[in-house]
Structures are given as C-alpha cells and as structure tokens.
C-alpha cells in the first residue's frame, strides 16, 4: 500500500480505539500499522511534528475513553456534523471511542486566530468610545462582533478572530453561532417563550412542566429531583439561601403556624421573625454580588467594599501543593485540618450556621482545588451536625470537568442539599430533594419571572447537542491532553508556568503565573483569548466543543509568548 493510500485510508476513518483524534500528519510510523489493523492504541502516542518545539513533540500517554455515547466526526468530504441540520446528521452505526480525524467540529470554524490590526483595533477602539458614552466600560475585556464569531473562535469589530478559551467567564457550551441553538432559537416554541414571556409563579404555560422534565429536570444532580428557577448564578445562590433559613425555622417550628409576634417583629427586621442565623462560606469563594451571596463571597474586597454585609462566618479552603503526587502527606493534613476547623466554626459560632456553601473549584478566587475526599469529609461533618450542604456550580457545572456536575468527581454516599447552577446552561436556579426545602406557605419563594422558558428552551439544545455527540466525555479526554501539554511547558518554561492544577478536571485548568495580566495581554495580541482569577491564576475555560487541534494551537500560542 502506497502513502498516499495509507492517507486516504486514515482520513475516512479506520475504526481504532486510540483516545486522540488521528490525522495522517500526526501519527508516527510505528503506530500505523496497529491502527489498519484496528489494534488499541491506548499506549503512548508522540504528536512530533518537523521543525516541532516542545508543544509538538511531548510523548502523552492518555487514559482509555469510553466509547458510550460519542459522537462520529465525518468522513472525508462529508458535512460537518455541528454544521449539519439536526435531520441530516451523519453518524456511523460502529461504535468508536474517539474522532476519526482532525476535522473541526464546525466546518466554517478557521484553522486559527486571525489578525488584522493591532488590538484593539480602530473600529473597536471607536465602539468603545461610543458605548462608554452610555454603559459603563472600564471592566471591558474586548468588544465583540458576535455575527462573525464561529465555534471556538470570537470575532472583534476589525475582522481579528481569537481562539477563546474564556468563552463568555465559562458560559458558552458549544460554540459560538451553533447552528443546532439556532434552529432552537428560530422555533416556534421559542418565539411563544419570547413574545409571550410568562410570570411563571402565578401563569406558567400548559407545558412548562415538559420543558422542564425534558431539559433541566433530565439532567438533575442524582438525588435531586425537584427544581426552582431563577434568572442568574447570584439570583440562583440568593434564593437557594433563602430555602435553607425557611428549612431551617419551618423544623424548629415542627409544623406550628407563625406566631403574632414573629409576624409583627419581622416587618421591623427584627428577632424573632427575623432570626439571627448564618451561611457559613470559605476563604477565597466566590458565590455573587447580591446582598447575601456577596455576605459568603470571599474572593476580593472590591467585590465587598462599602456594602452592608451579615456577620456569617468564613472557613478555610485547603492551600494545596503542588504536583499534587508529590505533596500528598501534606496536602492530606491540610485537608483534615480545614475540615476540623470548618466543623469547630460551625460549633462555636454566635447563631446557628444553617448551610454551607461551596464551589468544587474556587474559580473567581484563583482556581483553588481540593480532594474529593475533602468533600466527602465534609459532606460527612454537615450530616452529622444537621446543617445542609450548598454547592455552588455555576461555574462548574455543565460537563467543563470531564463530568456533567463537578460534584460527581466525589462520589457523594448521599447527594448534596442544594446545587445552584447557571453559566452553561443559559438558565439558572438550584436543584433539591427534600420537600421540606419547598416553602410551606405561597410567595415565600417568588418574584415575577421565576425562571424563563426560552433559556429552558436553549439549555435542552445545548444539552442535546451534548449528549448527541458525547461532549462531556470529549472534554474529559481533551483535557487529559490538554492538562499534559501544558505540564510539558511547565518543565521547559519553570517560574512561568507554576502550582499547574485540574488534572483529571477536563479542561478546568489553571496556574499561576508571576506576571498573569502581562501575560494575558500578551497572549491577546497573539490571537488567544484567556482569562485569569485571583491574585495570579491563568485560568483557562475552553467550551465543551474546544479540540486537541485547538490545544495545539494553543501550546504554540503560548511558547511564543514564554520564548519571546
């Protein structure tokens, strides 16, 4: 068999179970006859490329995907898939448990950032101007032209194209201008949700109860199996605080009915009607900028200042070191200790502390992590205390972990109370199980809009296109390789690239880089859209469509700025 037809052969698609999508040009001679044979290539695979640096030539040895459920790229000459109408889609009845070649998801997606002006450009320079007259711009990260914008790659109003691996602060799921959300957007269904937007408390639609079960009931955390609505991650923490004082006053009551003198004192913001109670967060957390969520949120004093605020308490989040394998005695009395200080906290504090609320990842805080068996100490320390658990995936949630709720990675004996979500859904509000956490009397919980039905709407196509073509565990592999070859710059490029976190986190990875916003600048003006947390944190959110071929792209990006 000539070359050529060797090619040709691999990029229509030779069933194989390696883990990384394979293009001609990048798989090395001693792995193509394994593949013609349809051997498993699980082994280590090296993407050397001629004239290759680092990020070209590292050697990854990649974990066995699972092929249920996948999605099948195209053959050769075939639609993209994404790009193809939902009753056109092209997919192979042969199971694979990875792409068949390199080709983007989105076929109008271009094969890299494009440049035309400096940044930011006159045009967007001038938009600036003309919106600064009007809205307030000084926390502006770029002024987009959304209409131009394609998959992984956002548009700016000079025609330069960034590869985005900020993705709207983690909101965006599958790409921009997808054209599965745009049929959603166009349907009929929608245009009622819109035009006719109900009050969803007191005239919820004949089929909201649908839409709900078929989009964000069908991806409920497990346990959890009742939902309320709210409009943003912050609307969806605040509400969900609110159902943990309502539990909390309704099981001391034990079902009596409130007494005059609650009913008087609470119009006068006073006890009893108005108790002394308490959420207890954790240092560096991040959970909105409403009045009781910026009450738990400890990530930066701008968020805070000059607004009244409860006095709840703060509890310490594990300070992990890295690499995590060479630290783990110390990261594991570090995490014991923060649990028996979250637990002495809880004990000894001047009210009852109701609930807790935590992130999986501390993201606006810096990307901070921990075990899952830090976790599962404190879901064990909150059962035993009778106090409910509240985590916090707005951030987290919709699969960026290599899991569809970051929580999963625990391996929770019994779920958590609540779980907010927003950010990737496009809607927001908090799951739970328990009835009692549904208020014992009509408009306790309530507010004209509830909730919208057409971003329900956009949530079931998002998570469609997610579970037609195996998303989550795409991005769990694609992070596997992500997390790699950026472990390889680590080592190439020390004290550029340090505490590099989010192994086994899907794409959720971070590091801490001694000038972070030089180098996110910089990154910009080479056609890479990143964002950072914390003091010093790179953080990188890459939608759940973000490939290995953008990973490499990436890894080049980001040695040109380091060599430069």
């Given at each position: 068999?000539?070359?050529?037809?060797?090619?040709?052969?691999?990029?229509?698609?030779?069933?194989?179970?390696?883990?990384?999508?394979?293009?001609?040009?990048?798989?090395?001679?001693?792995?193509?006859?394994?593949?013609?044979?349809?051997?498993?290539?699980?082994?280590?695979?090296?993407?050397?490329?001629?004239?290759?640096?680092?990020?070209?030539?590292?050697?990854?040895?990649?974990?066995?995907?699972?092929?249920?459920?996948?999605?099948?790229?195209?053959?050769?000459?075939?639609?993209?898939?994404?790009?193809?109408?939902?009753?056109?889609?092209?997919?192979?009845?042969?199971?694979?448990?990875?792409?068949?070649?390199?080709?983007?998801?989105?076929?109008?997606?271009?094969?890299?950032?494009?440049?035309?002006?400096?940044?930011?450009?006159?045009?967007?320079?001038?938009?600036?101007?003309?919106?600064?007259?009007?809205?307030?711009?000084?926390?502006?990260?770029?002024?987009?032209?959304?209409?131009?914008?394609?998959?992984?790659?956002?548009?700016?109003?000079?025609?330069?194209?960034?590869?985005?691996?900020?993705?709207?602060?983690?909101?965006?799921?599958?790409?921009?201008?997808?054209?599965?959300?745009?049929?959603?957007?166009?349907?009929?269904?929608?245009?009622?949700?819109?035009?006719?937007?109900?009050?969803?408390?007191?005239?919820?639609?004949?089929?909201?109860?649908?839409?709900?079960?078929?989009?964000?009931?069908?991806?409920?955390?497990?346990?959890?199996?009742?939902?309320?609505?709210?409009?943003?991650?912050?609307?969806?923490?605040?509400?969900?605080?609110?159902?943990?004082?309502?539990?909390?006053?309704?099981?001391?009551?034990?079902?009596?009915?409130?007494?005059?003198?609650?009913?008087?004192?609470?119009?006068?913001?006073?006890?009893?009607?108005?108790?002394?109670?308490?959420?207890?967060?954790?240092?560096?957390?991040?959970?909105?900028?409403?009045?009781?969520?910026?009450?738990?949120?400890?990530?930066?004093?701008?968020?805070?200042?000059?607004?009244?605020?409860?006095?709840?308490?703060?509890?310490?989040?594990?300070?992990?070191?890295?690499?995590?394998?060479?630290?783990?005695?110390?990261?594991?009395?570090?995490?014991?200790?923060?649990?028996?200080?979250?637990?002495?906290?809880?004990?000894?504090?001047?009210?009852?502390?109701?609930?807790?609320?935590?992130?999986?990842?501390?993201?606006?805080?810096?990307?901070?992590?921990?075990?899952?068996?830090?976790?599962?100490?404190l879901r064990e320390m909150t059962k035993r205390l009778g106090v409910l658990m509240i985590v916090d995936e707005v951030q987290t949630g919709i699969g960026a972990t290599g899991r569809f709720w970051a929580h999963d990675h625990w391996?929770?004996?019994?779920?958590?109370?609540?779980?907010?979500?927003?950010?990737?859904?496009?809607?927001?509000?908090?799951?739970?199980?328990?009835?009692?956490?549904?208020?014992?009397?009509?408009?306790?919980?309530?507010?004209?809009?509830?909730?919208?039905?057409?971003?329900?709407?956009?949530?079931?196509a998002i998570t469609e296109e997610i579970e037609k073509y195996g998303l989550v565990e795409h991005t769990a592999r694609v992070g596997n390789y992500l997390y790699s070859g950026l472990e390889a710059l680590s080592k190439k490029y020390p004290g550029q690239i340090n505490n590099l976190r989010g192994k086994g986190q899907g794409t959720f990875i971070a590091w801490d880089s001694p000038q972070r916003d030089e180098f996110l600048k910089k990154m910009k003006?080479?056609?890479?859209?990143?964002?950072?947390?914390?003091?010093?944190?790179?953080?990188?959110?890459?939608?759940?469509?973000?490939?290995?071929?953008?990973?490499?792209?990436?890894?080049?990006?980001?040695?040109?700025?380091?060599?430069?």
């Amino acid at each position: 068999m000539s070359s050529r037809q060797l090619k040709n052969l691999l990029s229509r698609g030779v069933p194989h179970t390696c883990p990384r999508p394979l293009h001609p040009t990048l798989i090395p001679r001693n792995l193509f006859i394994p593949l013609l044979l349809n051997f498993n290539c699980t082994s280590t695979y090296s993407t050397s490329k001629s004239n290759s640096s680092l990020y070209t030539s590292t050697s990854v040895t990649s974990p066995r995907f699972s092929p249920s459920p996948i999605f099948v790229p195209p053959h050769q000459n075939s639609s993209n898939p994404i790009d193809t109408p939902t009753n056109t889609r092209n997919f192979s009845t042969t199971t694979r448990s990875a792409m068949a070649t390199a080709t983007p998801f989105f076929s109008n997606e271009p094969d890299g950032p494009k440049l035309m002006t400096a940044f930011p450009g006159p045009k967007s320079q001038d938009a600036i101007k003309k919106l600064d007259a009007v809205f307030d711009t000084r926390s502006l990260n770029m002024i987009c032209d959304y209409g131009q914008s394609r998959g992984n790659y956002i548009a700016d109003c000079d025609g330069n194209l960034y590869l985005d691996l900020y993705s709207q602060i983690a909101s965006i799921a599958v790409g921009y201008n997808n054209p599965h959300l745009r049929e959603a957007a166009s349907s009929p269904e929608m245009i009622d949700a819109l035009i006719n937007r109900p009050a969803l408390g007191n005239f919820p639609s004949c089929t909201y109860s649908e839409l709900l079960t078929s989009s964000i009931l069908k991806y409920a955390p497990k346990g959890l199996n009742q939902v309320f609505t709210a409009l943003a991650g912050s609307d969806a923490n605040e509400t969900a605080y609110k159902a943990a004082f309502m539990f909390y006053r309704r099981r001391e009551r034990g079902g009596a009915e409130f007494s005059p003198e609650e009913l008087s004192s609470c119009m006068v913001n006073a006890a009893p009607g108005s108790p002394e109670l308490a959420i207890m967060s954790f240092k560096r957390g991040f959970h909105g900028r409403l009045f009781a969520t910026l009450s738990t949120t400890r990530s930066k004093p701008i968020h805070k200042m000059d607004i009244p605020s409860f006095n709840w308490p703060v509890a310490p989040f594990p300070e992990l070191k890295y690499p995590l394998e060479e630290h783990i005695q110390e990261n594991e009395a570090e995490e014991k200790k923060c649990i028996e200080e979250a637990e002495r906290i809880i004990t000894s504090w001047h009210c009852p502390v109701v609930a807790i609320v935590i992130e999986p990842v501390q993201s606006e805080g810096g990307d901070n992590h921990a075990s899952p068996s830090y976790f599962r100490g404190l879901r064990e320390m909150t059962k035993r205390l009778g106090v409910l658990m509240i985590v916090d995936e707005v951030q987290t949630g919709i699969g960026a972990t290599g899991r569809f709720w970051a929580h999963d990675h625990w391996e929770l004996e019994t779920p958590p109370d609540l779980v907010t979500f927003s950010k990737k859904a496009q809607t927001a509000g908090y799951f739970f199980g328990d009835e009692r956490l549904r208020p014992d009397r009509p408009y306790r919980q309530f507010n004209t809009w509830m909730g919208d039905p057409s971003k329900a709407l956009i949530f079931r196509a998002i998570t469609e296109e997610i579970e037609k073509y195996g998303l989550v565990e795409h991005t769990a592999r694609v992070g596997n390789y992500l997390y790699s070859g950026l472990e390889a710059l680590s080592k190439k490029y020390p004290g550029q690239i340090n505490n590099l976190r989010g192994k086994g986190q899907g794409t959720f990875i971070a590091w801490d880089s001694p000038q972070r916003d030089e180098f996110l600048k910089k990154m910009k003006h080479v056609g890479v859209n990143i964002g950072g947390s914390g003091e010093m944190a790179v953080r990188l959110r890459p939608m759940l469509v973000f490939q290995e071929h953008h990973a490499d792209i990436f890894f080049k990006k980001v040695e040109e700025v380091l060599s430069a």
